[in-house]
């Protein structure tokens, strides 16, 4: 099991996915489009496992810059 995310995380994700899922049974199972069951199963599949698509998706897009360290002083050259 890959644990990229924290519990706080995955409990959060597990929330909203349930939420998401309370107002489709409201509405109506027949009624919502199958596009609404997709970021519930993404949901759910990030706080079973804690690999979350989006977080995934998202950073391939767009990556962390590193940061340039740059030296405080110039190095004088030795002779």
């Known amino acids: 099991m890959n ?18 899922l309370l107002g ?15 970021p519930v199963v993404f949901f759910y599949l990030a706080a079973i496992t804690g690999i979350c698509p989006g977080l995934a998706f998202s950073s391939m897009l767009f990556p962390s ?11 004088r050259k030795k002779r």
């Open 3 to 20: 644990n990229n995310m924290s519990s706080a995380m995955r409990f959060f994700v597990l929330v909203v996915g349930s939420v998401i």
């Open 65 to 75: 810059k590193s940061s340039a360290k740059a030296p405080a002083k110039a190095r």
């Open 24 to 38: 489709i049974w409201l509405t109506g199972f027949d009624k919502v489009h199958w596009v609404l069951y997709l």
